[in-house]
Structure formats: C-alpha cells, structure tokens
C-alpha cells in the first residue's frame, strides 16, 4: 500500500512505501537537497550532512534510544507515583497533627483542671486541719462529762441484746 505525500520538496518521490517513517524520510530528503545544492554529490558528503543533521543512528543507536526512552516513561511512572505517595503522606501527616494538635490541647485542658483542683485542696487544707482540730477538742470536752447508759452508743446498741438476754434467763 501506498500513500500520496504533499508538500514534498522538489525531485524528491511523491509517494512512499507503507510503513516508513515518512517524517524521517522527508527530513533526510530535505537534508540530501539542501547538501546536493550546495554541491556535495559525493555518497560521503551526503552521509556528512546526514550526520550533521543527526539523522544517522546504528541500529545499536536506536536501540539504546528505545530503551532510554522505556526507561524514560518507566521513571516517569514511577515518579507519578511517587508524587502521589507524597500527597497522600502529607496528607496523613497534616491530619495526624491535627489531632496531635487536639490532644494536645485536650491534655492541656485535663492537666489545667487538675492543677485547679490540686490548688483547691491546697487551700482548703488549713480549713480541714482546723475542722479536724475542732472535732478532736470537742470529742475530749464529751468525754469529761458522764452520759448517761441510754445515751452511749455502745450501750444503747447493746440494751436489746440484754433485754433479750434478761427475758430468756440467760440461756440460748
């Protein structure tokens, strides 16, 4: 199969086999008029400005090229990826000093009040010493006055049992 190719400089073919790199075909031709004008005739000056015009690789050339270029889009890829990974990371980490940053402030909170409350009772320690004292000093003023059987606790929760005890004579 053939294709019709327009716009070709002059005494170049018009038509080209399928399958042919037509845009190097058309460059090397245009570098082959151009050489051919200035009046190199000769194969190696024509080779000479193919060269120049860096349209001369060895099979060995465009291999290394292919592969360069798998390797390319090989790093590339991997590159992409790498950059989304990044996103991703920056992401986790934004979201996890976030929180850091709440729980912080959350264990600020709690050590705020807890220092409030360890400030409280400091204050009222004096207050509890003087209750205490109070109650100690009233407890031996009760006890200088005689009380009575049915005001004694121990007696009074006791006074029951006797009388039960007094009612069976003593034996159970």
């Known amino acids: 199969m053939t294709t019709e190719v327009t716009q070709q ?19 090397a031709a245009g570098v082959l008029l151009a050489a051919m004008q200035q009046g190199r005739q000769t194969p190696t000056g024509l ?4 060269d120049a015009a860096c349209l001369l690789n060895s099979p060995e050339h465009a291999a290394r090229v ?3 270029e798998t390797e390319r889009h090989t790093t590339n890829e991997a590159l992409s990826d790498a950059a989304e990974q ?4 920056r992401d986790r980490i934004a979201e996890l000093e976030a929180k850091l940053y709440t729980e912080q402030a959350h264990g600020r909170t709690l ?23 109070r109650v100690a000093e009233l407890e031996a003023r009760l006890a200088e006055y005689p009380r009575p059987a049915d ?12 009388t039960e005890l007094a009612e069976t004579g003593g034996a159970q």
Do not use: C
């Not at 005001?151 to 006797?162: G, H, K, Q, R, S």
């Open 9 to 27: 400089p002059r005494e170049l073919p018009r038509r080209t086999e399928s399958g042919m790199h037509t845009r190097a075909i058309h460059s």
């Open 47 to 50: 080779a000479i400005a193919l």
């Open 66 to 68: 292919t592969q360069m």
């Open 86 to 89: 990044l996103r991703v990371d």
């Open 111 to 133: 050590l705020e009040q807890r220092n409030a409350h360890a400030h409280e009772l400091l204050k009222l320690r004096p207050a509890l010493r003087a209750a205490q004292a």
């Open 151 to 162: 005001e004694d606790p121990i007696a009074y929760a006791l006074t029951p049992a006797a």
